[in-house]
């Protein structure tokens, strides 16, 4: 028979449930002695050694009013039937202790704005669930954050750009805006109406570094504009951001996370944006075909509906 022919090992081999079976009717002489030790009807363990006959081509147990032996070719079988068995135990012991390891630790990869606004409430409620499990937290620009996810080297990632990285699978937990913001003593306080696209694109901002999710929407919406004039600071943190902003130094571009508190004290000021679309999805992102799993499955339940 070729290979192409082969019947899977699957539709050959009986299950461990009927290796187990035949191993208690060897050890108790009884068919129905070992049902119950397996918790099942004295009907379905005759049912179960019949097929286990029948798959396998022999004889397998004697049965008598005095209970149940194993023939020479059962004994056989036995024999054969304990070292399978006891390595599908060591199977499942190995896959336990995979999953302590895996479960003892979590590696988390977040945007700056979702690391530092959103993260550690949801850290917070994984605590009180897994108050064994050891978080650690790598806080970088999108494209940091997707670089780590894809290489293994953090379990779950949270990403704010417009697109998922190839090679990454994504769910969407919040929607967020960004917002043009400025001190109260800055010339766009004071106007009625906001600024335009085209203005906004011409003016040196305070902005986060490329990569940064805020900086690529930015960047795309004000594509049509020619793109962003050079920054008046570019920025590797969102607090850096809001700070030099505070000062006075000149407008910033941040999530409405992140400048919240500023604008209900009126520290600072929002400016509308005619023309633009300033929105974006906030994502968890992890490697295709990978869903999470353990500690990363229990956070990535926690933020869904959380703005």
Same mark, same amino acid.
């Given at each position: ?20 079976? !035949? ?6 002489? $009884?068919?129905s002695g070992?049902a119950r030790? &397996? ?34 070719? #059962? ?31 979590l590696r ?17 409620? !994984? ?34 750009? &417009? ?21 109260? #003593? ?20 305070? &902005? ?18 020619? #793109?962003?004039?050079?920054? !008046?600071?570019? &920025? ?64 990535? $339940? ?6």
């Open positions: 028979m070729g290979d192409e022919e082969r019947v899977p090992l699957a539709h050959r081999v009986p299950d461990l449930g009927a290796l187990e079976l !035949l191993l208690e009717v060897a050890r108790v002489g $009884s068919l070992a030790r &397996l918790g099942i009807t004295q009907p379905a363990a005759s049912s179960r050694i019949r097929a286990m006959e029948v798959r396998l081509g022999v004889a397998l147990v004697d049965r008598s009013p005095r209970g149940s032996t194993l023939t020479a070719e #059962g004994a056989l079988v036995t024999d054969w039937a304990r070292r399978v068995v006891e390595a599908a135990e060591a199977l499942d012991a190995g896959a336990q202790a995979l999953r302590g390891r895996r479960d003892s630790r988390v990869a977040a945007s700056m704005t979702i690391a530092e606004y959103l993260l550690p409430g949801w850290l917070i409620a !994984l605590r009180g669930q897994r108050p064994d499990t050891a978080v650690s937290l790598h806080a970088g620009n999108s494209a940091v954050v997707a670089q780590r996810v894809l290489a293994h080297e953090s379990d779950l990632g949270f990403v704010e750009g &417009l697109t998922v990285p190839e090679g990454l699978d994504s769910a969407v937990i919040a929607q967020d805006r960004l917002v043009v913001a400025v001190a109260p #003593g800055h010339a766009w306080a004071r106007r009625s109406r906001g600024v335009g696209v085209a203005e906004l694109a011409a003016a040196p901002l305070i &902005l986060r570094e490329r990569g940064s999710g805020t900086r690529q929407v930015l960047d795309a919406a004000l594509a049509g504009c020619g #793109g962003l004039a050079a920054p !008046l600071l570019e &920025l590797a943190s969102t607090t850096a951001v809001k700070a030099a902003a505070l000062s006075g130094a000149g407008p910033c571009v941040l999530s409405e996370l992140a400048v919240g508190d500023e604008l209900a004290a009126r520290r600072l000021v929002e400016v509308p944006v005619e023309g633009a679309v300033l929105g974006r999805a906030l994502r968890a992102v992890w490697p295709v075909g990978a869903r999470p799993a353990g500690p990363a499955r229990d956070l990535l $339940s926690l933020t869904r509906g959380v703005v």
